[in-house]
T-cell receptor, first 115, second 114 residues
Framework: GAVVSQHPSWVICKSGTSVKIECRSLDFQATTMFWYRQFPKQSLMLMAT?????????EQGVEKDKFLINHASLTLSTLTVTSAHPEDSSFYICSQAGQQGQPQHFGDGTRLSIL | DQQVKQNSPSLSVQEGRISILNCDYTNSMFDYFLWYKKYPAEGPTFLIS?????DKNEDGRFTVFLNKSAKHLSLHIVPSQPGDSAVYFCAASRNTGTASKLTFGTGTRLQVTL
């Protein structure tokens, strides 16, 4: 069964809106979660590493003020796309770092469409 | 700078035959490699992994081969089944730690035909 739950699965909203995406770990307390973005026919690109109780670590070129990450509990990380614009339209996917020796498990992703 | 490359964007294989998906990497610091399968509008599902201390890992119909000197890995699926039709991503990380970042390839779309 699913070990990572991501919500919502699809969002369509107007330009300038802020959108929050939730990622929940269902099977254990994940101190580290990752946020990825995938544009059509491209690879999954890591955006940031979400650390419970501390600031997220962002990859080069990702605006931390635009993509706000909160990891306030061991089972929930959120990504907020602030003042979204059409170029932010993409498929956003979270993953949880596995337990020792286990691979990352991914949520089902959120398709974000900004009109 | 694409550190993990999958040069074949698509592959078509007949049911029952072997599917071979290839992946090349450039960063010699990578020492843990994974294959994920992805259906449209879903997140990737883990298939199989291999550490750089090995050159082969097998799990049922799936086998991953690693050639460190060539910086190349491949995923073999045999026999291929229609349900295997999906996009396959290889990924690499710099250590086997659970909090390691993954670098993904661009994916290969596998179509298994009847």
């Amino acid at each position: 069964g699913a070990v990572v739950s991501q919500h919502p699965s699809w969002v369509i909203c107007k330009s300038g809106t802020s959108v929050k995406i939730e990622c929940r770990s269902l099977d254990f307390q994940a101190t580290t979660m990752f946020w990825y973005r995938q544009f059509p026919k491209q690879s999954l690109m890591l955006m940031a590493t979400s650390n419970e109780g501390s600031k997220a670590t962002y990859e080069q070129g990702v605006e931390k003020d635009k993509f706000l990450i909160n990891h306030a509990s061991l089972t929930l990380s959120t990504l907020t796309v602030t003042s979204a614009h059409p170029e932010d339209s993409s498929f956003y996917i979270c993953s949880q770092a596995g337990q020792q020796g286990q691979p990352q498990h991914f949520g089902d992703g959120t398709r974000l469409s900004i009109l | 700078d694409q550190q993990v490359k999958q040069n074949s964007p698509s592959l078509s294989v007949q049911e029952g035959r072997i599917s071979i998906l290839n992946c090349d990497y450039t960063n010699s610091m990578f020492d843990y490699f994974l294959w994920y399968k992805k259906y449209p509008a879903e997140g990737p599902t883990f298939l199989i992994s291999i550490s750089s201390i090995k050159d082969k890992n097998e799990d049922g119909r799936f086998t991953v081969f690693l050639n460190k000197s060539a910086k190349h890995l491949s995923l073999h699926i045999v026999p291929s089944q229609p349900g295997d039709s999906a996009v396959y991503f290889c990924a690499a990380s710099r250590n086997t730690g659970t909090a390691s970042k993954l670098t993904f390839g661009t994916g290969t779309r596998l179509q298994v035909t009847l």
